[in-house]
């Protein structure tokens, strides 16, 4: 058995149980026999039960056939570097949405009726994130913006942040083509902190509808981004960076972007 014990945000118990996998996969040249993670995911349980498969399908004990070694993730990478193909099989084994997360992806998609080819993902990871890496100022994903709507007129922004002012600047710079899933995201002004904790109390619906949102992200035709985990797994799930523009410690990569 493999147990995971790691608890912070829902992307860091994320990373670190994907890194714990993938670390035991290249020791052991083989998929660990079972995986205990009953103990991660604190911060949005109710009481202690293991809450894992309200979130994921569970693995199941079918072996999947992947190469080793597998190159670890990084958040703070080029995210054209990381192993896509062998951390597709992962995800697609241990991460794979529940049920209750296909029904709020649906659900979203009818509200704000996505196309997702028409959409490009204004995705600023702010507040807290500071501390840990250089985030950019807001005006300099307007470089690509205009790009994008100048090779694509049509596209629709889809804002998402945890700060409360990103999400106003952009809106007011799209007034007529942006939107953000306004009842099923959580923000705040501009602090040293993070939502899960100033609004514990509405962590577990949340960290649902915030899952389900990161995958309906790594659909979308355009992804610009900072660097973090929350960002990383919209790549994860997206299975490549085809069309995404990230931004990593004040530098700029438009490695895989038809613009």
Excluded at 69 to 95: M, V
């Amino acid at each position: 058995m493999l147990k995971i014990t790691h608890n912070a945000g829902f992307f860091s118990c994320c990373s670190i149980k994907l890194f714990s996998i993938v670390n035991f996969i290249n020791s052991n040249n083989k998929m660990p026999d079972s995986i205990d993670s009953s103990q991660q995911f604190k911060w949005y349980k109710i009481n202690d039960n293991d809450i894992t498969y309200d979130y994921f399908k569970h693995y199941g004990t079918e072996n999947i056939d992947i190469n080793i070694p597998i190159n670890n993730c990084n958040q703070f990478s080029n995210y054209s570097k990381l192993d896509y193909r062998r951390h597709d099989l992962l995800i697609k084994k241990y991460f794979s949405p529940s049920e209750t997360i296909i029904k709020l992806i649906n659900n979203i998609e009818k509200k704000y009726m996505l196309s997702y080819n028409n959409i490009c993902v204004l995705f600023y990871r702010g507040n807290d994130k500071n501390s840990e890496t250089k985030i950019c100022e807001y005006s300099e994903y307007l470089n690509y913006t205009a790009k994008i709507i100048t090779k694509n007129p049509h596209m629709i922004f889809l804002i998402q942040s945890d700060e409360t002012e990103f999400i106003k600047y952009m809106t007011s710079k799209y007034p007529n083509n942006s939107f953000y899933f306004k009842s099923e995201i959580r923000h705040m002004k501009k602090c040293n902190d993070t939502v899960d904790i100033k609004m514990r109390s509405t962590n577990n619906e949340f960290s649902k509808k915030y899952l389900a949102i990161t995958i309906i992200m790594s659909k979308c035709k355009y992804i610009i981004c900072g660097s973090g985990n929350c960002s990383m797994w919209i790549m994860l799930y997206r299975g490549n960076n085809k069309n995404v523009i990230q931004n990593l410690i004040g530098e700029w990569f438009t490695d895989n972007v038809s613009i």
